[in-house]
């Protein structure tokens, strides 16, 4: 148990956001308190076992959540130090410029954010630099502006992926390599940390290779800061107003069996956008009947998590590869000459196994085991922005459970960068098999006995959203309440739209902003600078 009840600041999650913010708090010597309702993912045989990680969800949160119709909905959701990055796919990428602005889809508008690309361009080089992100510049034509090349060169294709990467070239496309927060050396191989192993995405690294917020974060800042205490087996319950209902005066968990409480001048949310927004549900009081910093009624609402394929393209000629997730291909993020609305953007996952086909029970193809699928697939992951219905939210039900209610929308632009794919692979070719070595394409249903997109929910985004208006936000620019002086929002509840690429960069940038942000709040920020040039 932490020593002390009073803290100069208390962050509530370890995950991307929580994570970023306590590692550029530290330096300034504020007391800080983390706290996190799990513990630390133990290093163990079965962190490399695709059948006990994939098959038997060995490290699965044990939760059940409710369907808007009342179902038991078992979450793909992780609760330990690092929240849902030790188990990532490490892909991280910056949102495209123009997802900060409006735009039209076949299905409705993904509205403007407050905030430019530009107010967030210098942190994401930070990010990059602090999740050590190995990428090339100048390939994808949507690739944002920046100053400089990534701090780490990209990782290499295999030989598979390279004659595919070649392939897709010779189609007029952009392929490039995919921006990766794996810790690999291939200059020096020996002493790399990461060993290009093929248990990535999707498992915690053995090895602490991964650059995921325990190691990149969390791990620093206990090592060098004793102003900094983090408290695992902390279960945040609710969070108490004092008389005027404008401050947090106690932060209540449960922890050894025990009713806790504490207090600080600023308290912050970071258990994702799920779970971020159930706690200030959960927290209502007279001063906040619709939970807490709800005034507006958005809280819960507008949950986005895109709309996600895994997709086997099966061909004659085996794919040996072991690490998959190098390739991306953005031509169709944006408006095209295929379709005049956005589709989405393809990538790979990690190379599938059988256990893990046995785990998602795919269309099996005439001829075709599971085993040979598995020998002979090329996974690739498809994403598709889903656009903030109101309507698609994180509610309590009078037992107290989480209900995440969601309808799928935008469905048409998935259907078509699938059917792009399709076409992308029925252009290649192998000396072998000639234009014959693609048999097609197959879904394979990660979450087989469970909602699709409900369970999976690694990407969550957008339910306590930030804007100008107190009337249809939550948050202002700077992440804090509009109704709470104290409290802030820094995970990717935040987020007023989803764009189409993974969020987990994003989250990391906005954390650091926000982190300078209450340096200045707090005056803190002149003893920051002494704590770096020490």
Known sequence: MAHQTRYDIIIIGTGAGGATLAKRLAPSGMKILILERGDYVPREKEN?????????????AKEKWRTKDGEVLEPHTNYNVGGNTKFFGAALFRLREVDFGEIRHEAGVSPAWPISYKDLESYYDEAEDLFEVRGERGVDPTDPPTTGPYPFPAISHEERLERL????????????????????????????????????DGFPCLIHAKSDAEMMCIEPTLRMYDNVTLLTKAKVTSLKTGASGKEITGVLFEHDGEQVEMSADIVVVSCGAINSAALLLRSANNDHPNGLANRSG??????????????????????PTIFQKTLSVNDFYQASSEWEYPM????????????????????????????????????????????????????????????????????????????????????TSCELHGSGCHQGLFDRNIF????????????????????????????????????????YVVDGSFFPSSGAV????????????????????????????KALQA
């Not at 070649?166 to 952009?174: K, P, V, W």
């Not at 037992?399 to 792009?420: C, D, F, M, W």
């Not at 959203?465 to 509009?482: E, V």
């Open 48 to 60: 490399w076992i695709s059948l006990e990680v994939n098959l038997k969800g060995h490290y699965l």
């Open 298 to 319: 958005v809280v819960g609402r507008h949950y986005m998590g895109h709309t996600n394929s895994v997709v086997m393209a099966l061909s004659l000629c085996p794919n």
């Open 502 to 529: 993974n969020p987990a960069l994003t989250i990391v940038a906005n954390a650091l902003r926000v982190g300078d942000h209450l340096l200045e709040r707090m005056h803190a920020r002149k003893e920051v600078s």
């Open 165 to 200: 990467s070649a392939d897709f070239s010779s189609m007029g496309l952009h392929p490039f390599h995919t921006p990766l927060g794996v810790r690999l050396d291939e200059q020096h191989r020996r002493t790399s940390r990461c060993i290009r192993c093929n248990t990535c």
């Open 344 to 427: 989405g953007h393809i990538s790979f996952v990690g190379k599938l196994d059988l256990d893990t086909l046995k785990a998602g029970a795919p269309a099996i193809a005439p001829g075709w085991s599971l085993e040979l699928m598995a020998k002979h697939s090329l996974d690739f992951w498809l994403t598709s922005e889903d656009l903030p219905d109101p309507e698609n939210r994180v509610t309590i039900n009078r037992a107290g459970e989480i209900v995440l209610s969601y309808t799928p929308n935008n469905l048409e632009a998935h259907k078509r960068l699938k059917h792009q794919l399709s076409k992308m692979m029925k252009s």
């Open 448 to 487: 087989i006995g469970q909602q699709i997109p409900l369970a999976g929910v690694a990407h969550q985004n957008g339910t306590v959203r930030f804007g100008h208006d107190p009337l249809t936000s939550a948050l202002d620019i700077n992440c804090k309440a509009h109704d709470v002086d104290n409290l």
